[in-house]
């Protein structure tokens, strides 16, 4: 490095608290250890070599130029056919939806294109941590409310429910936004259809609009359903409908998914989705509007991660590990403070690094889901994973 620092001009910044996401940090101190990385959500498995001919075709095809800004139009075609399906609703794929670099930028864009400085944007904590700074680079106020945790008689978390009057009260003329998230990342949480009729009667009235997050939506259990928003009418018509490729098809890597709105909300949208990505990769949109005109591709999700998730559940049942319900997403959550070892005291962050370098297994602390830490001794392990590799982090568990 021949730079002299002194050289470069120091600058305010836009992000004084932020440092690098818990994913990464976690993810990276799991390579450093060799640690089964139960942390980032990501699946080791690999994705369907259908998928991967898709793309291969797609590319020897000379699919390789930029494609629309708001993406290939069979693709479009194929989410609005998919949404319409199974909820119902029918977007335009022409002036409805955009094909996003993954659900992250979706959510970006999306917050820049409708929040203007000072104007208050409602969280619900614990928040997938890309919220909160994507608020602040719009100028707008984070505004967080907590999710209500249900305990049963034994004081152990046994479902959670949505702190309405907390809502009731933050949400004002000023609130230009509300961000939801079902399935909810860590808890697993899944908002029922009445959550959507009280969330519509919340913001009727009102010039509120709701950003969804449903990113997980096709990781549902136990006879449990997904509520997008797109199934109720009078909020999908103030509504950003997130999802993501990746978390469906086991391609995280791709960065690959969309975004659904009304017209008007998609317009403002694209003016600033042109301008930071401008558009998503050719021929991987290709194969996915190829490999999506299949539906058992999704409709069997849910079996296939239920039998991870019960396996894996299983094998924690007999350790010191209290865990939390997980009816949805691909994260099971655990309580460490009944271990009964010294470290049942140390913090979640603090507890994730000692159980990745000494234990060898990798998990991400629910107080990074908070803009104040509140330790609760909970931590998130992710369970889309081999068997073999859950297998080997049980047995490490185990030892506890
Ligand atoms: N959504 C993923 C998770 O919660 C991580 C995404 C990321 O690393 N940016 O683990």
């Known amino acids: 490095m021949d730079q002299n620092p002194l050289l470069t001009p120091a600058f305010p910044s836009r992000l004084p608290e932020v440092g690098t996401t818990v994913f990464t940090v976690m993810s990276a101190l799991a390579a450093e250890h060799q640690a089964i990385n139960l942390g980032q959500g990501?699946?080791?498995?690999?994705?369907?070599?259908?998928?991967?001919?898709?793309?291969?075709?797609?590319?020897?095809?000379?699919?390789?130029?930029?494609?629309?800004?708001?993406?290939?139009?069979?693709?479009?075609?194929?989410?609005?056919?998919?949404?319409?399906?199974?909820?119902?609703?029918?977007?335009?794929?022409?002036?409805?939806?955009?094909?996003?670099?993954?659900g992250t930028q979706g959510i970006m864009t999306a917050i820049l294109s409708c929040v203007s400085p000072g104007d208050e944007v409602v969280?619900?904590?614990p928040a997938y941590d890309s919220y909160r700074p994507s608020i602040q680079l719009a100028g707008g106020k984070p505004i967080a409310v907590s999710l209500i945790a249900n305990r049963n008689d034994q004081g152990s978390v046994n479902?959670?429910?949505?702190?309405?009057?907390?809502?009731?009260?933050?949400?004002?003329?000023?609130?230009?936004?509300?961000?939801?998230?079902?399935?909810?990342?860590?808890?697993?949480?899944?908002?029922?259809?009445?959550?959507?009729?009280?969330?519509?009667?919340?913001?009727?009235?009102?010039?509120t609009l709701i950003l969804s997050d449903e990113v997980y939506e096709h990781m549902v259990y136990d006879g449990h359903a997904h509520q997008s928003i797109a199934s109720h009418p009078t909020l999908a018509a103030r509504s950003f409908l997130i999802s993501s490729f990746g978390k469906t098809y086991h391609v995280t890597g791709w960065k690959v998914g969309y975004v659904a709105a009304p017209t008007s909300m998609m317009v403002e949208f694209r003016k600033v989705h042109q301008f930071n990505v401008f558009t998503v990769n050719t021929p991987m949109?290709?194969?996915?509007?190829?490999?999506?005109?299949?539906?058992?591709?999704?409709?069997?999700?849910?079996s296939f991660y239920q039998s991870k998730r019960d396996y894996f559940k299983k094998g924690l049942q007999d350790t010191g590990f209290r865990l939390l319900p997980s009816p949805a997403t691909y994260f099971q959550c655990a309580n460490y403070t009944q271990l009964g070892i010294p470290e049942s005291n140390l913090s979640e962050a603090n507890f994730c690094t000692w159980l990745t370098s000494e234990i060898g297994v990798a998990a991400i602390p629910v107080s990074a889901f908070y803009a104040t830490p509140i330790d609760s001794g909970v931590i998130r392990f992710c369970f889309a994973k081999k068997e073999q590799t859950l297998a080997d982090a049980l047995a490490r568990l185990q030892t506890l």
């Open 285 to 302: 949109q290709h194969a996915l509007a190829k490999y999506l005109s299949t539906a058992d591709h999704y409709l069997n999700l849910p």
């Open 42 to 102: 990501f699946p080791d498995f690999p994705c369907d070599r259908e998928l991967i001919a898709h793309v291969n075709a797609a590319m020897l095809a000379d699919h390789n130029q930029y494609p629309p800004m708001a993406g290939v139009a069979e693709l479009r075609c194929g989410v609005a056919g998919k949404i319409s399906a199974l909820y119902g609703h029918n977007y335009d794929p022409e002036s409805e939806i955009t094909i996003t670099a993954g």
């Open 123 to 125: 969280i619900i904590e």
């Open 159 to 207: 479902s959670y429910s949505i702190p309405w009057d907390d809502l009731a009260k933050v949400i004002k003329p000023k609130t230009r936004l509300i961000i939801i998230n079902t399935p909810h990342n860590p808890t697993g949480m899944v908002w029922q259809s009445s959550d959507l009729d009280r969330l519509a009667r919340l913001v009727e009235n009102t010039n």
